[in-house]
């Protein structure tokens, strides 16, 4: 479904990424687990089209992404949940989802904008209750929901899912990686980024190690979790 070959990336002079291979298969839940700085987030931007590769080549169902703007990139079907949430504060959560269907032209399909939303309302019901809520207001656990939402209003085939648990709760961090489950199960395919390792190899089907800006380890993640390096580096173990 999606193949990274060779990418590497810079900021200005500086090398982000250095040549990395990833792939990722049709309903498969991906984990890319790395130390700060590493070039996790790096990533997920340059498969969005935020970031442009140096070399290498992006491919996704066989089709090449590599020139391809943000915009067209989503409408491809992937669509990126980013580190931090970045929901529009002053719009309400209504208005918060009704951006994520701008690209597919909802109000010329109503039909359809009001399936899916109420399918990210079965998946978030607190949403369901604080439409009119001005999405700044919010709680982090509720703004970590409305960036999914957001996300999943534009029908991803793939999503990109950057440090969801990050700055939540531990029981809001378990309701967002069962509800990442739940979105796997129902057809859309994961790309995990999250510094939380245990809980993504848990969750994940393989995952990547990304070290210095290139891919050190990879395999299921059942193996990663055995395996001592990951455990030291990673997993307080």
């Known amino acids: ?6 990418i590497q990336t810079s900021y200005g002079h500086i090398k982000a990424l250095k040549g990395i291979d990833i792939e990722v298969e049709k309903d498969e839940i991906i984990c890319l687990i790395g ?3 590493a070039g996790k987030t790096t990533t997920l931007l340059t498969i969005s089209g935020i970031l442009k590769p140096d070399s290498g080549d992006i491919t996704f169902e066989g089709e090449s992404l590599k020139n391809m703007p943000p915009h067209t990139v989503v409408n491809k079907g992937i669509c990126q949940v980013p580190e931090g949430r970045r929901i529009f504060p002053r719009l309400t959560v209504l208005e918060n989802l009704e951006m994520g269907a ?3 032209n909802f109000k010329s399909q109503t039909s359809n904008f009001k399936n899916n939303i109420e399918k990210v309302f079965s998946l978030f019901p607190v949403l369901k209750e604080r439409t009119k809520q001005m999405g700044g207001t919010l709680s982090g656990g509720e703004q970590q929901m409305l960036a999914i939402g957001r996300a999943l209003m534009a029908n991803p085939k793939l999503l990109l899912l950057d440090e969801p648990s990050l700055g939540l709760a531990p029981i809001m961090v378990s309701k967002i990686f069962k509800t990442i489950k739940e979105i796997n199960e129902e057809g859309v ?9 245990k809980a993504a190899l848990r ?5 990547y190690v990304l070290e210095n800006e290139v891919i050190k380890l990879s395999g299921t993640g059942e193996n990663l979790l ?9 997993l307080g173990e």
Do not use: C, F, P
């Open 1 to 6: 479904m999606l193949n990274l070959s060779s």
């Open 35 to 37: 130390s700060n700085g």
């Open 102 to 104: 701008y690209s597919l």
């Open 189 to 197: 395919t994961i790309l995990l980024v999250e510094q939380n390792a």
């Open 203 to 207: 969750l994940s089907n393989r995952g």
């Open 226 to 234: 055995h395996n001592e390096d990951v455990k030291k580096a990673y």
